[in-house]
């Protein structure tokens, strides 16, 4: 997981921008040790002193910064007093280490103990040697870096305000630092009190965070610092927790009312109409009431996302209607509405990941990523037979939660399908959203699958407005009130086709296992091809049918039918000792059939939405069955 995803999860979990700086300054507990005189020595007061803020905070705030400094001083007791911090933090608390690290001689070894040993999950550095101080811990993709672009150290500002207050060298260093590394890995740091010079580094740095660095008190504006150096998001200015509060006898009182203070304040800028950035047009991104499905489903309605005709859906079925909901992203304003729509929804669903099924609703994801600031993920519609042959795209961890987004929720096969690759890989889905639930039977099958459902609209409910804003004709109307047709043309032709006589010569499908190769997988034993064999019916007029079957015997026992649907089936089975431990994977020439071979388990995957007939369109599947102890198909297209 990336630095900023921690970050950003850890900002979102405890609603707070607060940062802990974790100093042992003798100073500092020699005040606190007037308090707690049952700890003599400088250590055991540091190492209670460090406990208790830790404990009184970790609710409230969404970072801690020790200051190496002060642990070095202190000798091998003082890092192995870091290492404790470590151990101490909630492990969804990212560990920024306050270093400001300026030698490019020991660079490589620090980031390698910082991150690697200590397990930091950022580092503060000055930017004086240039781009090569920073190279050794950029190198850890996986971590963040903060540059001090500016000291609040008085003495400093002869050096970083040079040559004037026109042109200071400390925006030179803003400008500059900002090339080395893209925004999720690198911080800006700013130490200073005055809203004027940050609102100034903020100009040159939109869309990086920055670590404010200051003894500020309540003295200093607050609210100026705020409006200074918040970003369009509401949540780019990280804020240090006053030093002083930090040996106050109520802490935990005193970290939740700042807390509150500064998210008050992140709301009434929020809230202000000049908070529009610059470079964003207010008339293309409305915020639309809470709750006011009937304007959005107008609104659907005169984009002409409401089709009237006789339209195959991917289920199989044939609906009197269909909506197409692809032409909303050319439409900002309406796309944006959408995805308030979708966030309403979602609000309170326990999540840290969102997933999109390809490739309908991707673009909705995408925006939903980008506006709740949440990372996205997505299950690859087919399974690649050549690069990395990922199932789920994007950066994820096992364990993480997964919230899915689609856009129509008719039968709920292609939903079912991504869920599968994801719990697949180790992730948890617990929940679905949609935009429209057609109220066809899909979400009883997701219910079945311990999936709960959530969607933005009915189908039902999207009639019931059509009809009273007086937006349909009679004609439209009794089609959208006919609902789906009993069966689908298609699927007729096709299992006419599937229970033709006069067989030709069965055909091998050239499936061709290839082992996935780690550091501890190079010695596994793999079989090195699938017997498969696909037979081509005898071509009938308007229509083609083709039968496959699979003996996989050789490599696994207790095939079973896993799942089916209009366009898609998986057959899974318990691998044969001898290959028990291989990781492995093979797709026939075009990718409609697919094996899986991986620790134990083999899943054989029939896919026809990466086919196409000579007409365009997607064969159907017409039967997935056990033929004794082989997987069986029929499936069927247009010629």
Known sequence: MSFLVRLTDAIRSRDSLLVVGLDPNPELLDSWRRDHPRHSSLLSAARQWIRSVIRDTSDHVCAYKPSLGFYQALGPIGLDLLREVRELIPPDLPLLVDAKHGDLNSASVLAHWLFRDLGADAVSVTPWAGQDVAAPFLLHADRGVVVVVHSSSPAARRVQHHPDSDRPVFLQLVRDCQRWATADQLLL????????????????????????????????????????????????LLLPLPQDRLVAPDLAAATRALRDRINAERQRLADRPDRVPSDRCPLWLPAPAPGDTEALILAL????????????????????????????????????????????VMEGLPFDRLA??????????????????????YPRKETKAHGTRRLIEGDFEPGDRVLVVDDVLISGGSMLDGVDKLRRSDLVVNDVVVLVDHGSGGRRRLEEQGLRCHAVLTFAGIREVLQAAGRLSGEQLQRLRHGPAVASLLAGVALTIATAALPVLAAPLPLRLSPVLGRDTHERRCPTAAGVTETLQPQREGSYGTDGQADLGAIASGWRLDRRDAFSASWTARVLPAFASCRAGAASEGGHVQLRLWDGSARLTLEMTVLRDPNGYMPQIIRAAMAGDAPVWSWAGSD
């Open 356 to 377: 999109g099924i390809p490739y309908g609703s991707l673009p909705t994801a995408t925006g939903l990523s980008l506006q709740l600031h949440r990372p996205l993920i």
């Open 301 to 344: 309605f005169d984009q002409g996302c409401l089709l009237f005709g006789d339209y195959v859906q991917a289920s199989g079925e044939v609906f009197p209607y269909y909506l197409d909901l692809r032409t909303v992203i050319s439409n900002p304003g309406l796309f944006q509405r959408l995805l308030h729509a979708y966030a309403s």
């Open 189 to 236: 740091e700013v130490g200073t009190d005055d809203p004027e010079l940050l609102g100034r580094v903020r100009a040159e740095a939109p869309g990086r965070f920055l670590l404010l660095r200051s003894l500020w008190s309540d003295a200093v504006p607050l609210e100026q610092l705020l409006a200074a150096g918040l970003g369009p998001a509401g949540d780019d």
